[in-house]
């Protein structure tokens, strides 16, 4: 499986929830979550002093968001196992939210890492 950019991106949503909804669907099928990164690392949003990770769905809807401040920023992925194991129990331990699936002049759910483990898990139960 190639984690090189493919450059379509799929419609995103209007509604913030549904785009939460998707994120999680294509999660469950393609075991990859994609955000930005450039020379200095990864790209944080801040919402109201609270510092968050945005993620995306694909890599295309990442490169879709690597505009203005970002417009250095390329897709990186992240395997679902290691989002999983390792950065979320980071991210929690640092107050680091998940911002899902960010859509400039769009709002955009905003979770707990905590949060986003519990709903990645039930969405994984349903394969079981």
Do not use: F, K
Request: glycine share 6%; aromatic share 6%; hydrophobic share 50%.
């Amino acid at each position: 499986m190639s984690m090189e950019p493919t450059g379509q991106a799929p419609a995103a949503p209007r509604d913030p929830a549904a785009r939460a909804a998707r994120l999680l669907e294509q999660l469950r099928h393609s075991r990859t979550l994609w955000s930005l990164r450039n020379a200095d690392g990864w790209v944080m949003m801040e919402e109201r002093g609270t510092p968050g990770l945005p993620v995306w769905p694909s890599d295309a809807e990442a490169a879709a968001s690597a505009r203005g401040d970002w417009a250095d920023c390329a897709p990186a992925a992240i395997p679902l196992d290691e989002w999983r194991e390792r950065w979320l129990p980071g991210l929690g331990r640092d107050g680091v939210r998940i911002v899902l699936w960010p859509v400039a002049a769009r709002a955009a759910v905003i979770v707990s890492a905590e949060e986003h483990a519990q709903h990645l898990a039930t969405a994984l139960a349903l394969e079981a």
